[in-house]
């Protein structure tokens, strides 16, 4: 098996016959800036949870081209049969090591479309072979943790457990899928992998192949008590779901005759809401009120709202293949823009945008922060700007992100009112400029950070919109780039 | 970075906790046998192409656990805050070598729903561990090498590139979906760890940020044809697609004049189908009837479709997201389910099936074969059987494996009928069987066996369905079953 370490070939072919383009033209060490971010909220949030950030800088640590990478890419030939490679440019890339300067969103942010979620400055050559990569972690995680984020809303207040890794995308698909499931706030992952990697609590019992395994359901649940006291969830589904809970019940009671309590019954297939309220009053009847009442069965935050409103008495839910792999929705369409470059630190910069049909698609360009302005702790407005230009001024008017509004935005000025630069400098010249949180910490900033949130701007359907605004300098700077592109037919990279 | 070597932790954790209860109960080493199958086909296929078997095997052969990771499953704890695994569980853990026997379908075999893929037979307790991992890496795989052999059949002799990397779900993700992609029939992937690892063809040329990256479209293909004269596809709409076409001729006459060949240009957004057409005016009228047009954005066999419809003159179709996430339909829901158990091989069997609501879903018994029946190379029907009651004999009459209907299906006998059982022994006691095929071996086999399907059977629409029957005492045994479940008020283990 090939390594995959260091992790320079993680990217699209492209990146490296550009990269040799760029060499042979003594262009590599040109100074670039780089930003990653999308351009709409997956699943029609109002809005989404920056993630992978961890993940993304051991990518970049990483960096860098083995020996066998460098044969293997020695041996690539052209449409005439000749080597694609030069072997100055294999060289140059064999010597390549970290050395980007790295500003994110730490991870459980709370962001929004046409907002630089990572910004990377540094040579353009080393720049560009990092584009592929840090998209798919960036765009994969971020993606998920959203997608948790909203099943945590729907079951309000109750517990949600991903369960998704036999139909995750790949056993790493699965990896960091129960990573941002856990930041997004789901409570435990069944993932065991996952759980040693990031210190995720993991949770699980059995399934219905235990059951089978038996000739007697009753003498399934007996085995597995003795077994395992502490860690009783029976799965009363396998054959006639209220007969399992009521032999749960009675083992539940013998357990509780030798000190144990069992935690809950699981339901997996039938009518949960109907079930579920009819497992609740048995467990209550017999004297087990607070044991859970489990449910899956292919859940997202649709059905566990449907389930709600059906009146289903669960307190735990089991969420899987529409989870990790963002069913309705599996891929974040975020992108990496060239935003500015010069050829050296003492030229002045070229800001540049990449045009496109619409406006709003049109790349923000410059060296860009954003600062969000938030009153007594709720944020209220995101701004934009370039760090070159400065911040906006308290009290300033800004301009809506969408070009096509005219409509000006007043920033709010005031005592109560605080801000916050949410980029952070995390590697500079490759080297960690920051300590970075582990899993739990970036879970609790992630919950503080939705909890601060108007709660219209959460709803899963028909939410508010969380304004965006740019700072005039570089309002004024896309459109003369747009207006200058068009008059000239196109000519847009000045 | 905690190793993901060896497997045993890829899984969850209710198989562990299972596998403590099998072991507490003296079970582990009951003789067992699963199945991992689907019930449905994705994207309401009428085929389905078997892929991932050669990352199966490579994590059986893995399968173990290192002291770190048993020493962090002694750390997990039950409700009572007692540790949840028994030390002496953690030592047989510990002892756990590959030993199940492994016959699969080889990569590339047309598969359908019911019928098994993998075939597992061991110990209960290791064969119970495998099951998360091995349907991860199956149904992904199979999903994905499936959705490429649509997507290629829709491109009806067109060449089809897999560009998904940067919005795969994880690096992981993106590696196995390129490998599954080439399989299905794609021509080559941007994904270069991809393409080193499985040994598969890459390409790659340029993006827009290669053009913004020059003060004119002009000094991008001037420069780009400077440095690889050998590889040049020009990416034509950062600006005007048209003029952009204009622009990389003169480029291609330039590098005509130099001794080399445009490979072609390619599009990215816009009326693909419109610009398509007007590109390849001007490509033949400049004399570059050989030049590729290459497109891209969003596509998938609907698209392709349309796109053709519409009399689009593209070549080569650059698929991205769409394919590598399999974005209508991002999950296979496949199983693994035991199917047969005794206790030690002197003892007779006990064949099982799952009940389900619906009877289809209901799980096979037994020890499960598949009898591929052809007519002068044509597939005409699959027969499931039991290896220890015999396969079905030529001209029998078999089931229906729909139970719902009573329709007997008659197997075709004659001189041009010949027949293959599609199961093959890939491991014995965890040792390989036999040799497993390169992935373009894998590739030329899948090529094939889509070959020789009826066209009818391989639309995208209203494709005709393949019967699929079951052995006459396999069928019996399995409505026995069945009903003693039912009668029995659902007791149905035996």
Same mark, same amino acid.
């Given at each position: 098996m090939t390594s995959l370490s260091p992790t320079g070939l993680q990217t699209d072919l492209y990146q490296l016959t550009m990269a040799q383009g760029y060499w042979a033209l003594g262009r590599t060490e040109e100074e @670039?800036? %780089?930003?990653?971010?999308?351009?709409?909220?997956? %699943?029609?949030? !109002?809005? @989404?949870?920056?993630?992978?950030? $961890? $993940?993304?800088?051991?990518?970049?640590? +990483? %960096? !860098?081209?083995?020996?066998?990478?460098?044969?293997?890419?020695? &041996?690539?030939? !052209?449409?005439?049969?000749?080597?694609?490679? +030069?072997?100055?440019f294999l060289e140059w890339l064999g010597l390549q090591r970290p050395c980007v300067d790295l500003d994110a969103m730490p991870e459980g942010t709370v962001c929004f479309a046409h907002e630089p979620l990572l910004r990377v400055r540094g040579p353009l050559g080393q720049a560009q072979l990092l584009e592929t990569a840090l998209l798919t972690i960036v765009n994969f995680q971020t993606l998920i943790a959203t997608k948790a984020a909203r099943i945590v809303t729907a079951a309000a207040g109750g517990t949600v457990l991903e369960f998704g890794l036999r139909r995750a995308q790949g056993l790493d698909g699965g990896l960091s899928a129960s990573r941002a499931a856990y930041i997004g706030g789901c409570a435990a992952t069944s993932n065991v992998a996952a759980g040693m990697r990031y210190d995720i609590p993991i949770k699980g019992t059995h399934a219905h192949s235990w059951v089978m395994s038996f000739a007697e359901e009753t003498e399934a649940f007996a085995g597995y008590a003795k077994v395992m006291p502490n860690n009783c969830v029976f799965l009363v589904d396998t054959y006639d779901t209220l007969r399992g809970v009521d032999r749960a019940i009675d083992e539940a009671?013998?357990?509780?005759?030798r000190g144990h309590e069992m935690v809950g019954i699981r339901l997996d297939s039938g009518d949960l809401a109907a079930l579920s309220k009819a497992a609740r009053e048995k467990l209550d009847a017999a004297g087990f009120p607070e044991a859970a009442v489990v449910a899956s069965s292919d859940l997202d935050e649709y059905k566990i709202t449907a389930l709600k409103q059906a009146g289903a008495r669960i307190d735990v839910w089991g969420v899987g293949t529409r989870l990790a792999t963002a069913y309705d929705q599996p891929a974040l369409g975020g992108v990496y823009k060239l935003s500015a470059l010069r050829p050296s630190a003492d030229q002045p910069w070229r800001r540049m945008v990449k045009l496109s049909d619409t406006p709003i698609k049109t790349s923000i360009p410059g060296i860009l922060q954003v600062r969000r302005l938030s009153r007594d702790g709720t944020p209220l407005l995101d701004v934009v700007y370039d760090e070159e230009f400065g911040p906006p001024?308290?009290?300033?008017?800004?301009s809506s992100i969408d070009p096509r509004s005219d409509a000006a935005v007043s920033l709010p000025a005031g005592d109560n009112i605080t801000s916050e630069d949410l980029l952070v400098p995390v590697l500079r010249a490759g080297k960690r400029a920051t300590e970075l949180p582990s899993t739990a910490q970036i879970r609790?900033?992630?919950?503080? $950070?939705?909890?601060?949130?108007?709660?219209?701007? &959460?709803?899963?359907? +028909?939410?508010? @919109?969380?304004?965006?605004?740019l700072e005039p300098q570089v309002a004024a700077l896309k459109r003369e780039l747009i207006a200058t592109g068009q008059a000239a037919g196109g000519e847009q990279g000045s």
């Open positions: @670039s800036v %780089f930003h990653l971010g999308f351009r709409k909220h997956p %699943f029609k949030a !109002g809005f @989404s949870l920056a993630c992978g950030l $961890q $993940q993304a800088v051991e990518l970049i640590e +990483d %960096f !860098g081209y083995s020996e066998p990478q460098l044969t293997y890419l020695a &041996r690539l030939t !052209g449409n005439d049969g000749e080597r694609l490679f +030069d072997p100055g009671m013998q357990l509780r005759a001024a308290a009290g300033a008017s800004a609790a900033r992630a919950q503080r $950070q939705l909890a601060s949130l108007p709660p219209s701007l &959460r709803l899963l359907k +028909d939410h508010t @919109s969380y304004p965006v605004a």
